[in-house]
């Protein structure tokens, strides 16, 4: 049937990518997470209480991806924003995760359990929707090819952990998907939803403009949805205000994680320098080079792939998407982190599903997408060893 195609290629790449980051995750936990470095991170910012509440068997399972930021979203479901810098965290995904977790009164288990299951449907209901969009844009020939370089990238690790990143691509793609067929209530009510679940879900309101302009039929009053786009963010601005006195402090608190403005894509140039000295640490075998130096070297390599992509998007698909990807590429490369300029940055491409779609075209025309995927996979694989072992990455 027809209208299950896109639900048994999204369910594929689903299950196998996901169980295939569980099994290394919960491997590496077993074999590799004791003493020295991941113990003194385990030891700083996890939370036991939320991430290890099953014991024995069931922490086995459940906990080798509850690890950095995932203890921050726990907290906030557990308890809100009565902690100190929590304000970063956007409040959709820990709402929902509450919410899930309510019936059986939001005990630990509960939540962590509630946590996977939104993270996971989450992403299920986004590749669904993006094998669509993809069809629609590009033809059905690309779409499975999208969803299997986006599931193989190194930063869909965090599509399947206690993150917000696969409700913010779910509601990111259904927004482009509705607005590419007319449904402009949903466009911009999952717009809204986008900026209730982190701050760059506003920057959809410009590729949902584009689109508007772009359709056939367009009117003022399905422009007029569109409005709800900043809804998300600004419901949660009211909400600090009310409750700690500042409705900025999102953007104040991110002082905290030593971010900063460098000027327009100022934290590119601080990631070319940050790159250098830390691949000349490594050619001269300097033994006192910082862990974060080497993975310098490592994230500007993601910002060069970001970068041609960016163009490639421009050139190969509609303009919307193209606008898109440049508008939240400027986020990352104009706030850098010290002193690794690019943190999270994969963790942030991940999301940005025209990259793919472009990539898929590109690896296509060239018969090399089951290559590319395989090498990408690899580095997942890495990835997954090195989080699941409190080391921190991306």
Do not use: K
Not at 104 to 112: D, F
Not at 197 to 205: E, H, K
Not at 247 to 266: D, I, K, M, N, T
């Amino acid at each position: 049937m027809a209208g299950s195609e896109p639900l048994r290629a999204a369910w594929r790449v689903f299950w196998v990518s996901r169980a295939a980051i569980a099994a290394v995750a919960v491997f590496a936990a077993l074999t590799m997470g004791a003493g020295g470095l991941p113990e003194r991170n385990a030891q700083r910012f996890d939370a036991p209480a939320l991430t290890h509440p099953f014991g024995g068997f069931g922490d086995t399972l459940f906990s080798p991806l509850a690890r950095w930021d995932s203890v921050w979203y726990l907290s906030i479901a557990d308890s809100g924003y009565d902690g100190p810098a929590r304000e970063a965290f956007f409040p959709l995904y820990p709402l929902l995760v509450r919410g899930l977790a309510a019936p059986a009164g939001a005990p630990a288990e509960a939540l962590l359990l509630a946590a996977y299951a939104i993270s996971l449907a989450a992403l299920l209901g986004a590749l669904y929707l993006l094998w669509r969009l993809v069809s629609l844009e590009l033809g059905r020939s690309l779409a499975s090819p999208t969803l299997l370089l986006l599931a193989a990238f190194p930063g869909s690790l965090f599509f399947g952990a206690p993150y917000s990143e696969s409700l913010f691509l779910l509601v990111s793609v259904g927004a482009f998907y509705a607005a590419r067929t007319g449904h402009w209530v949903w466009a911009g009510a999952l717009a809204g939803c986008a900026s209730a679940t982190r701050s760059a879900g506003i920057l959809l309101l410009l590729p949902l403009g584009i689109l508007w302009w772009q359709s056939e039929r367009r009117s003022w009053r399905d422009a007029a949805w569109l409005a709800l786009a900043p809804v998300g963010l600004a419901a949660y601005a009211v909400y600090l205000e009310a409750t700690i006195g500042d409705g900025l402090a999102f953007l104040q608190v991110q002082e905290a994680w030593s971010r900063h403005f460098a000027g327009p894509l100022g934290g590119a140039w601080d990631a070319a320098v940050a790159a250098f000295e830390g691949a000349r640490g490594l050619v001269e075998g300097d033994e006192q080079l910082p862990r974060w130096a080497a993975m310098n070297v490592m994230l500007f390599g993601f910002m060069v792939f970001a970068l041609v992509a960016c163009v490639g998007v421009l050139r190969r698909l509609p303009f919307a998407y193209g606008a898109y990807v440049v508008a939240a590429l400027m986020l990352p490369l104009s706030w850098p982190v010290e002193p690794q300029p690019l943190m999270s940055l994969p963790r942030f491409l991940a999301v940005l599903f025209p990259i793919f779609m472009w990539l898929a075209i590109v690896c296509e025309e060239r018969r090399i997408t089951d290559r590319v995927a395989a090498v990408s996979a690899l580095v997942l694989g890495l990835f997954v060893t090195q989080y699941a072992t409190w080391h921190f990455i991306a």
